[in-house]
Each structure stands twice: as C-alpha cells, then as structure tokens.
C-alpha cells in the first residue's frame, strides 16, 4: 500500500440498508477526515479524527458514524441509507504533529467512493 | 453557510493562453489558503497554498494572488495546457484547526 486507500470504489445500496466505506493509510498520519463531494457544493467534512481513539463532527455528520480505533484506519458507516447520502466520498488523512504549520502541510486524499443509494 | 465561495463553476481557455480561477472567503481569521486539483475517478490533490500574511505565492506557472481586504484570492494559471484540464477547489484553513473549509470548484477545460 502506497498513500491512502478506499474500498469499495463503487457501490449501489438499497435505502435502509447499512454500509461502510473503509479508509486506510500507511502515511502514519495522526489525522483523518471522511468529505462528501455534491455537485455545485465542493467537499464538505463529515467526520475528523485528529488522533486515534478520538472523533469529531464536521459540517455534515447527520446520519453518518465513524471510528478510529488506530493510526491507519477510519471507516465510516451510514447506518440506514438514505437517498441524500448518494455521493462520492473522499477520505483525507494529514500530519498535525504539533510543528509549526509550514504553508505546504496539507490533506493527502484517496481515490474516492461513489456510493449510490435507491 | 459556505466561508468559501467559487462563483465561476467552469471556464474554458485556449492552451497557451492565461487561466484565472476566483474564490471568496467571509472569514478574515483564515490563515492559509490552498489550491487542489482534481482529476475525474481521483482524489483531489494539492496544488499550491499562500499564507495570509503573503499577497502573493508563485510555483512554476502557478500563481496565487491574495487581497485580504476584498476577502479574495485567485490562482493564475500561464501558460495553460491540456493537462490543466480538471475541477480546482480553493479551500482555506484556520491553524489549530485543520479543517479544511472548501469552496464548489471550478472546472477548467483547456481548448486546443
């Protein structure tokens, strides 16, 4: 593994039905990050892990849930799908080793997931 | 309420010629400001960044111009290529926060 990884890359889910999208990295980063493409809105945030063992809400977190049980992975679940959730899903991770923020430091993303829900 | 704002969804511009992409931003405490890029079926990825003490930031031949008083920021693209042809999205960060505040993307097509 090289970077950050997704899986599945594409999937069609039946409303109601529960799903989770896996993210890992081998950066060794301490952060991660699940964000929500939508055309016309850009990358919203939906859930942040500064570190392993915490999680934090972003801007859109409503009907998502996430985990961070170590460095390298940060799943992310819907736990009964909804239609407004069809989107494709990015999965960032960052180093916030508490240095001084250089101007270069930034998110490293994965390929995506394109999830459809019916 | 999106603090980052891409107002132009799309622009197309012949190759050789300058790509000029816009973005506004409502809050003043952001410390950096960054542009990625992306291509179809790929994450996005990091193109340049400016740090709000700076009204400038060039990398080859990408430059970021930033007029804090206006609350605006542009990224100029010369001479643009066909390899230049994806969505940019400006995104702006506060430190100690880390979280990225990203506007709608422009999709930029460069003509032949």
């Known amino acids: 593994i090289a970077g950050i990884t997704q899986a599945p890359t594409s999937q069609i889910l039946a409303a109601g039905r529960r799903m989770t999208l896996r993210c890992t990295q081998d950066m060794r980063h301490n952060a991660m990050y699940w964000y929500r493409q939508d055309l016309g809105l850009g990358l919203r945030l939906i859930h942040y892990?500064?570190?392993?063992?915490?999680?934090g809400k972003g801007e859109v977190p409503d009907g998502y849930s996430v985990s961070r049980a170590n460095t390298d992975d940060f799943p992310l679940t819907l736990a009964s799908a909804v239609p407004s959730q069809t989107s494709v899903y990015f999965c960032?991770?960052?180093?916030?080793?508490?240095?001084?923020?250089?101007?270069?430091?930034?998110?490293?993303f994965g390929p995506g997931t394109r999830l459809t829900v019916l | 309420d999106q603090q980052v704002k891409q107002n132009s969804p799309s622009l197309s511009v012949q190759e050789g010629r300058i790509s000029i992409l816009n973005c506004d931003y409502t809050?003043?405490?952001?410390?950096?400001f960054l542009w990625y890029k992306k291509y179809p079926a790929e994450g996005p990825t990091f193109l340049i960044s400016?740090?709000?003490?700076?009204d400038k930031n060039e990398d080859g031949r990408f430059t970021v111009f930033l007029n804090k008083s206006a609350k605006h920021l542009s990224l100029h693209i010369v001479p643009s290529q066909p390899g230049d042809s994806a969505v940019y999205f400006c995104?702006?960060?506060?430190?100690?926060?880390?979280?990225?505040?990203f506007g709608a993307g422009t999709t930029v097509t460069v003509r032949a």
């Open positions: 960032a991770s960052g180093d916030l080793s508490g240095r001084a923020y250089s101007g270069t430091d930034t998110q490293y």
């Open positions: 892990s500064n570190t392993a063992g915490t999680t």
């Open positions: 995104a702006a960060l506060l430190i100690g926060d880390y979280k990225l505040s």
């Open positions: 809050n003043s405490m952001f410390d950096y």
């Open positions: 400016i740090s709000s003490i700076k």
